[in-house]
């Protein structure tokens, strides 16, 4: 599975960006999908997840309520729409995907990842 994740890109504190991440090679139907976020100096860490249906969604505390989590099988595509940014989000933003059932916040549980794409928050 190849990831492209794209929609990244400058705003102000309260704006939003719709990020996407477009798979090929196979279909992501059957794959849990997970976003994380990279800030310079830190670790990489967890910010969504969705089952292979959509039905299952799960966000880290700090972007609930925010950030919303979506998916396209048809397209082969993941979505995650961020509102209310704020510029502790400025992050290189990741796309990937996971073959095992069930929710994980674990990079290292995921078989796939896209090459990222920059997210920066400023006035």
Same mark, same amino acid.
């Given at each position: /599975?190849? %990831?492209?994740?794209?929609?990244?890109?400058?705003?102000?504190? +309260?704006?939003? %960006? !719709? %990020?996407?991440? /477009?798979?090929? +090679? !196979? &279909?992501?139907? +059957?794959?849990?999908?997970?976003?994380?976020?990279?800030?310079?100096?830190?670790?990489?860490?967890?910010?969504? *997840? @969705?089952?292979?249906?959509?039905?299952? &969604?799960?966000?880290?505390?700090?972007? $609930?309520?925010?950030?919303? @989590?979506?998916?396209?099988?048809?397209?082969? &595509?993941?979505? #995650?729409?961020?509102?209310? #940014? $704020?510029?502790?989000? &400025?992050?290189?933003? =990741?796309?990937?995907?996971?073959?095992?059932?069930?929710?994980? @916040?674990?990079?290292?549980?995921?078989? =796939?990842?896209?090459?990222?794409?920059? /997210? *920066? /928050?400023?006035?």
């Amino acid at each position: /599975v190849q %990831l492209q994740a794209c929609g990244g890109g400058f705003v102000q504190p +309260g704006g939003s %960006l !719709r %990020l996407s991440c /477009v798979a090929s +090679g !196979r &279909t992501i139907s +059957g794959y849990y999908m997970g976003w994380f976020r990279q800030a310079p100096g830190k670790e990489r860490e967890f910010v969504a *997840t @969705i089952n292979w249906s959509g039905g299952t &969604t799960y966000y880290a505390d700090s972007v $609930k309520g925010r950030f919303t @989590i979506s998916r396209d099988n048809a397209k082969n &595509t993941v979505y #995650l729409q961020m509102n209310s #940014l $704020k510029p502790e989000n &400025t992050a290189v933003y =990741y796309c990937a995907a996971r073959r095992r059932v069930g929710v994980s @916040i674990d990079p290292l549980s995921y078989d =796939y990842w896209g090459q990222g794409t920059r /997210v *920066t /928050v400023s006035s």
